[in-house]
């Protein structure tokens, strides 16, 4: 399904900044290279996600899911000086090739790479987060939630991704173990009472989450 106008997107693309050269090298890389490229934030996600950050100027952001590390380039953005970034990729082959592209960066020694189940190495980071962003396994989002939001600051954001998974939590029933498992993400956010949230249509969706 085709959440946005492929028109209106390319008209988006046209209108938001380019790309830096390491990230356009990057996005050719995966889409050329990766069987699942689609995962890729993208120009117009990616500039999003910087923009985000460079308006709250974290100190410490954490991303879930580092995929080949565009994102994480992106978020990192907006870091203060002193600030760091981690990431978690369950997958090596990803995470050694983002690893590839941060140390390539002018980033390079401010993103901590981690890889393995982030159930398992959330626990053991000692951290107070500015801004997080979810985007792995989508049936353990409430997980991953219930573990980074006590160590959310007050007024700290979260950003979860594909939180429309490709439509298909406008069909009904939702069907699909992915799918259900965003739907019932979105529904246990909508009735927090403790944050601001609101949804936005970008690309696949990003819940964009403010702890009150």
């Given at each position: 399904m085709n959440l946005v106008n492929p028109l209106a997107e390319a008209y988006a693309e046209k209108y938001t900044s380019a790309e830096e050269a390491l990230l356009q090298e990057l996005a050719d890389y995966t889409l050329s290279h990766h069987r699942e490229s689609v995962m890729l934030s993208g120009q117009v996600q990616g500039q999003l996600l910087g923009m985000i950050s460079c308006m709250i100027r974290p100190q410490r952001i954490l991303e879930?899911?580092?995929?080949?590390?565009?994102?994480?380039?992106?978020?990192?953005?907006?870091?203060?000086?002193?600030?760091?970034?981690?990431?978690?990729?369950?997958?090596?082959?990803?995470?050694?090739?983002?690893?590839?592209?941060?140390?390539?960066s002018v980033h390079a020694g401010r993103i901590i790479s981690h890889t393995g189940n982030a159930l398992d190495i959330l626990p053991g980071l000692d951290e107070t987060w500015d801004l997080v962003f979810i985007d792995a396994d989508k049936p353990a989002y409430i997980r991953y939630f219930n573990l980074v939001f006590p160590r959310l600051r007050k007024n700290g954001f979260i950003l979860a991704d594909n939180v429309l998974f490709h439509g298909q939590v406008l069909q009904e029933p939702v069907k699909g173990k992915s799918a259900k498992g965003i739907q019932a993400f979105n529904d246990f956010i909508r009735e927090r009472t403790d944050i601001e949230k609101v949804m936005v249509t970008v690309r696949d969706g990003l819940y964009l989450i403010r702890k009150l």
């Open positions: 879930i899911g580092t995929f080949t590390g565009y994102s994480a380039l992106c978020l990192c953005q907006g870091l203060a000086p002193g600030g760091q970034l981690h990431t978690i990729e369950l997958r090596e082959a990803d995470s050694a090739l983002a690893r590839s592209y941060f140390d390539r």
